[in-house]
């Protein structure tokens, strides 16, 4: 067995370990609720059991990264399955160190879901080892991008603090418009977690399925003489094509529900690079999405906050906005650190220039503004309780579209970590 071998399977070993601890969190929970005998030493017992359940998680996916790190060559965090990964491990360590200042159990039932969300995201590309292009071969790739994805975790674990205080808090029983109002924007932000659990969901079972289909595609550029030059590439899917590449030809296609040919093609407009393909993608995490959150809602037949509104009632509220503002306290510093200052310096080493406007370092600015004002309204203005519990929410899906969306759909200097 080769050490790629090896490090594959410590993390399929750190992944089952987080679903477990999750679920262990879960009984910490709701089973104070019948446990007759004892519900604080219930709540406690099996805290201390989910708490060293993630860190035999987080042990062996830190085996699963120098293990990777030793058959690479280089630290693991050049694409977005090494970095998904790490950003995975540094949420589990967050949470960890969170927990050990608030012991609070609540905690692992919301913040263990994102690290094996992200995990499972991560899953979804190649685990390939690829060689470093010359942009990171540098000794800033470990300084940057670890302290950037550890300020991120901590990000993460406040969105979680975020997202419990506002279920704690809402008035799902209240019939004004402001009740209406907090209960359809929570709401909204379950679904969208659930959007990226159907997306990862639908990828595993097509995969699984073995379905393939493969498009031709031409495309035109201009090269810098001016001269126009068509060059023809294979747009391949793992998920079936609704949507099929702009001015594209079949190749390969396995019928899908009676469908030989994609119904619908890309616009136009939409060229940028393997656009289709991610449109299609998009496509399919709404409409599994809308199935999963269908489900869930027939089977609980109500609001999916208000069916686990009951479990944080014993919950202080205080407590939950003060274990995210901490959160974020803490990670604040490190990303300006890791996202900002070190990315600038090893952008005037690689680049020659501190500062280019790429759509990555925008958006890095972006993240860093939104919780720059975060703090300036928590400290200055007295933002506690809803408003800052919504910024914190909001902050994170800022993190989560610089992450992602920035680095699979906006070309940049950054593209290279989507491959």
């Keep these: 067995m080769n050490t790629e071998?090896?490090?594959?399977?410590?993390?399929?070993?750190a992944f089952i370990l987080y679903t477990l601890s999750f679920i262990t969190f879960v009984i910490a929970v709701t089973g104070?609720?019948?446990?007759?005998?004892?519900?604080?030493?219930?709540?406690?017992r099996w805290g201390t059991i989910g708490l060293s359940v993630t860190i035999l998680g987080f042990a062996s996916q830190l085996v699963f990264f120098f293990t990777r790190w030793a058959a690479a060559g280089h630290i693991?965090?050049?694409?977005?399955f090494e970095f998904m990964t790490f950003l995975a491990m540094m949420i589990v360590l967050a949470f960890?160190?969170?927990?050990?200042?608030?012991?609070?159990?609540?905690?692992?039932?919301f913040a263990m879901p994102v690290g094996v969300i992200i995990l499972a995201y991560a899953l979804v590309f190649p685990p390939d080892i690829q060689p470093l292009i010359p942009a990171l071969q540098s000794y800033w790739l470990k300084i940057h991008v670890t302290t950037a994805a550890l300020g991120e975790a901590f990000f993460a674990v406040g969105?979680?603090?975020?997202?419990?205080y506002l279920i704690r808090v809402v008035n799902y029983s209240g019939t004004s418009k402001t009740d209406r109002r907090e209960r359809r924007g929570v709401e909204f932000v379950i679904f969208v977690v659930l959007l990226i659990v159907a997306f990862v969901g639908s990828v595993f079972l097509f995969k699984g399925l073995g379905y393939e289909a493969s498009f031709s595609q031409e495309t035109t550029r201009i090269d810098q003489s001016g001269k126009e030059i068509v060059e023809t590439g294979t747009v391949d899917y793992v998920l079936p094509p609704i949507v099929k590449p702009y001015n594209s030809t079949v190749v390969e296609m396995k019928p899908f529900l009676g469908m030989t040919e994609p119904p619908f093609t890309a616009?136009?407009?939409?060229?940028?690079?393997?656009a289709g393909r991610k449109l299609n993608t998009f496509i399919w995490s709404v409409i599994a999405g809308l199935l999963l959150y269908g489900l869930l809602r027939l089977v609980l037949r109500?609001?999916?906050?208000?069916?686990?509104?009951?479990?944080?009632?014993?919950?202080?509220?205080?407590d939950l906005d003060e274990i995210s503002y901490r959160a974020i306290a803490i990670g604040f510093p490190i990303f300006t650190l890791g996202a900002l200052i070190f990315a600038m310096i090893w952008a005037h080493e690689a680049w020659g220039r501190?500062?280019?406007?790429?759509?990555?370092?925008?958006w890095a600015l972006i993240t860093w503004l939104f919780y720059t004002a975060y703090l300036h309204f928590r400290l200055s203005r007295g933002w506690q309780g809803r408003k800052s519990a919504w910024l914190a929410v909001i902050g994170f899906v800022v993190v989560m579209f610089t992450l992602i969306g920035v680095n699979l759909i906006i070309a940049g200097l950054h593209s290279y970590a989507g491959v």
């Design 159 to 164: 969105f979680a603090g975020g997202l419990m």
């Design 302 to 318: 109500k609001q999916i906050g208000a069916a686990i509104h009951p479990a944080m009632s014993g919950m202080d509220a205080e």
């Design 354 to 362: 501190f500062w280019g406007w790429d759509p990555k370092e925008v």
């Design 96 to 109: 960890i160190v969170v927990y050990l200042i608030y012991k609070t159990s609540v905690l692992g039932m």
């Design 5 to 13: 071998t090896v490090s594959g399977t410590f993390l399929l070993i």
């Design 267 to 274: 616009p136009s407009w939409m060229n940028g690079v393997n």
């Design 32 to 44: 104070k609720k019948w446990s007759s005998r004892d519900p604080e030493r219930h709540a406690k």
């Design 76 to 80: 693991p965090t050049s694409n977005m």
